[in-house]
Structures are given as structure tokens and as C-alpha cells.
């Protein structure tokens, strides 16, 4: 089955409003075995959203619309809907009562324009919805289904995941797909191909496998497809044992799995405890751990020693060591980590000092050169890397890497 994504809105084209309802719908169809051939974005206006219909009628065998289904004079999408459909617009009194319903929780009283809501064309199988005024609209036209929803996220996700895919995947026979996502840190995209290159060519043809990189990771997405689910997750579980013998030190999760999670568990399960000392990350890693609901089960506290004079201050670290190194070295890095260890009496402590840019690079020691110390009870771990020059994907690289360097310390 073959879907294409039109998403109506002024807003969408002129930047103001960022089209996350394309991504998150093309997830969704995929993960149900559902190919997405493009997504569109059309403003509002008529003819243009007429064209984007007629246009994707002809290649696709699932248009899913979003947007433009508001009671105000710029939402046009319905009455374009009864045009390409040739049908008129008629009173529901189901989906009013869905209306007043709305209003009556929100303490105001529903108005003629609100009521004009309710109208809905009268060849389409109406979508109620619990989280809005604007129903979704379920069409069939020359064997090819189209679905109007609003464009509001919390009211259009529950329409897709509780009523299109169940009834898609009961009407259409579509095939059993299964997608695991296997979460790496700490080897680029290219170098991690080359370590799995045997692997990937020897998987099983219903197996694909998909690259999905970002600053600090690399998400490799294996889908299977066949008649029985169960036999695609026996497939999938058996190439991951197989990838995991390869690459087992890179791997911390998988699926929606974060390291601050994996990390958190980790402390919570062996009952210890992390402190941070932070320069170049500016406190980011004291906010991805305390992101984690319960973190201060595990999380005692963080300094945020950005200059040097910090740096001596409170985490004692020397500033002969500060003007004969520098703040981004292995000794300040060592002796922050030992401090921040020692003055919140933790098990384990995180330290990062590094260029973090776009300014500030030398040739000695350019942006993107970070050092992370990681601080045990037995020893502190101390390593130097380079990032690259942007700024925000620096911190975040080094937060991650920060977090999976303490998760590997935990584990042992």
C-alpha cells in the first residue's frame, strides 16, 4: 500500500510553524507496513489543495490531509473536500454534541461559527473527535482511501493510531511488519558501516536495515516483513544477537531508549550515586539526568565551573595546572572530576572542559576539542576528542558521550 502526506497551512510554508505532523504520520504508516511515496505541504488556498488531491489520487492508494478544518474564513479544507468529492455539507448531530461537549469542559458556550463545526460533507464516514471541534473525514474515491484530519497534533494522533491504522490494517490485509532500532554511541556513521558491512549483507531478504544518525548517535533500524508478526520478531531478535557480538560495546538501548534512562537505571539498580562538574556543557548534563523522573534517587549535585577561576575555587583545581595547560586539558579535566567525586561524596562523577566554538579555537587546540573525565571510586578515566564546529551539537556529543563513558563504568 502506497500513502502520500498533504499538509494544508499558510503557516507550514512560511516558517512560522514547523511540520511535525508529516514525520510523525510517515513513522506511523511505515511502522504498519505502509510505504510513503512523498508529503506535501499547500497553502491554503483552493485550487491548490484541489490540484494536491487530484495529483496524489493518481499515485497513491492512501492520502492522509491535515489541516485547514477550523471554523474561521482562511480554513477552507472542507468545503475543497465536498468540490473534489462532489458532495454538500450537512448538519451531524453526533459530531455536535461532540462540540458542545467540548465547550461545556472548557466552561463556554458554543457559537454559530463553532456550530458550523458540525457540518461535515455528506458522502464522507466521520472521525469523531474527543480532543477538538474539527471531526476527521474518512473518503473512498477510484479504490483510493482519503483521510481528513485537523492539523492540531494532540487532536490528529489519536485519529491515526486509534481508527485509520487499525481500520487500514483490517481492510487492506496489510503485511506483518516489525521494526526494532538498535541505539549506538560513540562511532560515526561511516566507521560503523565498515564494522557491519559482513552483517548487513548477509541478512535475510524481509530484512531491511536503515542508517539513522544524529549528533552523538547512530540509530540502526531493522524492519522485517512477512504473513506472521511472530516470525518477524524471531528474525529480527536473531540478526540483533548477531549484530551484538559485533558491536556490543557501542550498544546502550533500544528503541525510545535515552542514555540518561539507561544511565539512571543502571545507578538506581546498583544503588550509587553521580555528580557533575561541567565547563564547556554549561550544566546540560545536569539536565538531561534530572530530566528523569526519581533522579534524585541517584543524582546529588552539579558544579558548573565555566571559569577558570571556578575551576579553582571550588573544585581546587590548580592554577599552575590552569596556566601551564590550560582549562581544556587531561590534568584540569582529571582534578575537576576528583573534586566533584569528593566534595558531594559520590560513587561516580562526570567532568567536561573543552572548546565548544564557533570561536575560541587555536591552532593547538581548535573547536570541537573536548575532554571528558569520568571518576570511579577506584580511578579516574580521562579522554580527549574532537567533535567538530558547531557549537550546540558539541555539547550535546559531549553530554552523550560523557553519559556513555560513565554507563560503561557502571556496568563493570
Same mark, same amino acid.
Given at each position: 500500500?502506497?500513502?502520500?502526506? *498533504? ?17 510523525? %504520520?510517515? @513513522? &506511523?504508516?511505515?511502522? +504498519? ?42 480554513? %477552507? ?15 451531524? $448531530?453526533? =459530531? ?5 461537549? %467540548? ?6 458556550? =458554543? ?22 471541534? +474539527? ?16 492539523? =492540531? ?12 491504522? /487499525? ?15 538498535? !541505539?549506538?554511541?560513540?562511532? /560515526? ?6 564494522? *557491519? ?15 539513522? /544518525? ?7 533500524? !531493522? ?12 528474525? #529480527? ?23 540518561? $534512562? ?51 575555587? *571550588? ?11 590550560? +582549562?581544556?586539558?587531561?590534568? =584540569? %579535566? ?37 575532554? *571528558?573525565?569520568?571518576?570511579?571510586? @577506584?580511578?579516574?578515566?580521562?579522554? &580527549? ?16 558521550? +560523557? ?6 563504568? #557502571?556496568?563493570?
Amino acid at each position: 500500500m502506497k500513502a502520500e502526506i *498533504i499538509s494544508i497551512g499558510d503557516e507550514l510554508l512560511i516558517g512560522q510553524v514547523v511540520n511535525t505532523n508529516a514525520s510523525w %504520520i510517515g @513513522e &506511523q504508516l511505515t511502522m +504498519a507496513g505502509i510505504s510513503v511515496y512523498q508529503a506535501v505541504s499547500v497553502a491554503d488556498n483552493h485550487d491548490h489543495i484541489f490540484e494536491a488531491l487530484e495529483t496524489a489520487g493518481k499515485h497513491a492508494d492512501l492520502v492522509l490531509i491535515t489541516g485547514g478544518l477550523g471554523p474561521t474564513k482562511d480554513d %477552507i479544507t472542507k468545503q475543497t473536500l465536498c468540490d473534489f468529492f462532489g458532495s454538500e455539507l450537512v448538519f451531524n $448531530e453526533l =459530531v455536535f454534541e461532540d462540540v458542545k461537549e %467540548i465547550f461545556r469542559v472548557r466552561g463556554r458556550q =458554543v457559537s454559530e461559527l463553532n456550530r458550523k463545526q458540525a457540518e461535515v460533507p455528506d458522502n464522507c464516514t466521520v472521525i469523531r473527535n474527543e480532543h477538538g471541534t +474539527a471531526s476527521g473525514m474518512w473518503f473512498e474515491k477510484d479504490g483510493v482511501i482519503f483521510v481528513s484530519m485537523p492539523g =492540531v497534533p494532540f487532536e490528529m494522533k489519536p485519529m491515526v493510531s486509534n481508527y485509520i491504522i /487499525p481500520n487500514l490494517i483490517e481492510k487492506r490485509n496489510l503485511p506483518a511488519i516489525f521494526h526494532k532500532t538498535v !541505539l549506538t554511541q560513540g562511532v /560515526p556513521e561511516s566507521e560503523m558501516a565498515a564494522m *557491519i558491512e559482513n552483517w548487513e549483507n548477509s541478512l535475510p531478504p524481509n530484512v531491511k536495515l536503515a542508517y539513522l /544518525p544524529q549528533p552523538g548517535i547512530v540509530r540502526l533500524r !531493522l524492519t522485517a516483513s512477512g504473513k506472521e508478526r511472530a516470525d518477524q520478531v524471531s528474525i #529480527v531478535e536473531n540478526e540483533i544477537t548477531r549484530l551484538s557480538e559485533i558491536i556490543g560495546d557501542y550498544i546502550f538501548g533500544f528503541d525510545k531508549d535515552t542514555l540518561e $534512562e539507561i544511565v539512571g537505571n543502571l545507578l538506581r539498580k546498583k544503588g550509587k550515586t553521580i555528580s557533575t562538574a561541567e565547563s564547556c556543557t554549561g550544566g546540560y548534563i545536569a539536565h538531561l539526568i534530572t530530566s528523569i523522573s526519581g533522579s534524585s534517587d541517584y543524582y546529588k549535585g552539579s558544579v558548573v565551573a565555566y571559569a577558570n577561576e571556578i575551576k579553582n575555587k *571550588i573544585l581546587n583545581v590548580k592554577n599552575k595546572d590552569l596556566e601551564k595547560f590550560g +582549562a581544556v586539558s587531561e590534568p =584540569v %579535566i582529571i582534578q575537576m572530576a576528583a573534586a566533584a567525586r569528593d566534595m558531594f561524596g559520590t560513587d561516580f562523577s562526570i567532568a567536561t572542559s573543552g572548546v565548544a566554538g564557533p570561536t575560541g579555537g587555536t591552532d593547538e587546540k581548535p573547536v570541537g576539542t573536548t575532554w *571528558i573525565a569520568v571518576a570511579t571510586p @577506584e580511578k579516574v578515566i580521562a579522554i &580527549q576528542f574532537h567533535f567538530g564546529e558547531h557549537r550546540g551539537r558539541n555539547i550535546r556529543r559531549t553530554a552523550l558521550m +560523557a553519559l556513555d563513558m560513565l554507563r560503561k563504568e #557502571v556496568v563493570n
